[in-house]
């Protein structure tokens, strides 16, 4: 864990000369927000999920150029959508990958083992455990699973996906496609650490480590054990997911995510706070080991009861109820963190009557996790009325056949009248700017032009044939070579 003067210090100087300063990230603060290390936690609070650790061999898949997919699914028996007639354009199999980002070669730390692969066999036989654990893993979560690796979903690929739009995938198949064609994807296999300092610690092994993770970690390249997170796929509405952050383990801010307006948040604003409040306060607030960081939460509808007795006004009440919030991800304190309708600025300059600064260290073997806490005395009281709580255990195993998508789908008591009110939640407002620019679909500077697509299913000789013809183009307009 990090050293508590480090974290006293940082914490005071948010700024410099004018500079926002933040606090030094370090390879601790990325790994305790990867999702197979804070999962197991929080597991009653998340999508139900299976965690999967990813080999060498995969990784080495996923990097490589070309997507050459798995033979041994000739019907695709969990599909029943309408979009079940995709059909690569290339045959047997084999569809070239759209470029990869530049900046990526350079970290492929991998390539000369990319060249010792033999013959490009398909997934179901070149790693064929993993690819059936993937396909159990999806039946498993009810036939169809949003995927992502340890911090990123690729949800700049849903262009590519076969159920558009979406990031759902009902095969491997589905999932190859998806994490090979984004660039998200490569950025946390590539880039995770970038602007970390180096740690004084090591954080212990995820508390769902196996003894096949731990050597799957020894041979990673990367320092982390890359893990395969398939979550349980429902339609979240968009205007229902938010984003909260957390400074001196308080929560100060809350932010929609999604860039559009809607007129109903308005009148669901106490709820949404007490939703948000509610899930950090029962399970995060002394769990979490770094006391500032960010994170996500779907805040379902509460299911409406048709057998209610309740007259015509208070029908619509309870329709407009929210569930108890449900946990997506855990995001660091960083600047690579989005702050969406924040200012990182004002986020560090925000003023915390109450900090409870220090660490969390929990005891990841056992699997009713004990958590102990070292804490400044501000928190020391806090810290030990949550030494006991019941809340902080592990549940018992999931059951497979649960239909839900949560791990439980309780409604919370209403507590939007509960006196502490300084979180500050952010919605978009009518006629509000920061809404103008998001008509567009997003993730768009991460898609491809048609053009680079269609050369890139015509395989090699396309993309050479486009290759040239954008030399010719660059030409023209005098712009030189272009590489
Ligand atoms: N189980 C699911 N089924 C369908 N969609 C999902 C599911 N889980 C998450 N999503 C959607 O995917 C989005 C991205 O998920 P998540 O926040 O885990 O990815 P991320 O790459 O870490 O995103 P960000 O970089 O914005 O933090 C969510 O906002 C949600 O809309």
Partial sequence: MPALDGILEAANAPQQDGQITFPPVTRDHILHCSYDYWFPKYRTSCIRSRVIPLSREFISYIREDGIILADDEPGNENDSDDDDDWEPTVPSSEIPAPPRNPGDADNDSDSDDEDSTPAKLPPNKRFPDLHNAINAAIKALGGAAAPKLNWSSPKDATWISRHPNTVKCTSANDVYILLKSSSFISHDLDHAFDDCVPSTTTTPQSPSSTAAAAQAQQQQPQGFTPVLVLRSFFSPLPSLEFRCFVKDRNLIAITQRDLNYYAFLRSLRPAIIARCRELFNT?????????????????????????????????????????????????????????????????????????????????????????????????????????????????????????????????????????EYEVELRLVEQDDPAAYNFSSPQYSAHKMPKDVVDASMAGEGGMREFAREWQRLQEQRGGGSSS
Avoid: C
């Fill in 283 to 419: 399970k995060l607030k002394y769990t979490f080991p770094d006391s500032s960081f960010v994170f996500d939460v779907y805040i379902p509808e509460a299911a409406y009861r048709s057998d209610s007795e309740s007259d015509d006004d208070e029908t619509s009440e309870a329709r407009s109820r929210l569930a108890r919030a449900r946990l997506i991800d855990i995001n660091p304190w960083a600047p690579r963190t989005d702050t969406i309708l924040f200012g990182w600025e004002e986020l560090l300059e925000a003023e915390v009557k109450m900090p409870v600064l220090g660490t969390a260290e929990s005891t990841p073997e056992k699997k009713e996790e004990t958590v102990r806490l070292r804490f400044s005395a501000t928190g020391a009281a806090a810290a030990a009325a949550a030494g006991g709580d019941d809340n902080f255990t592990e549940p018992e195993e999931e059951d497979d056949n649960e239909q839900n998508h949560f791990d439980d789908d309780e409604t919370t008591t209403d507590d939007e009248h509960e006196e």
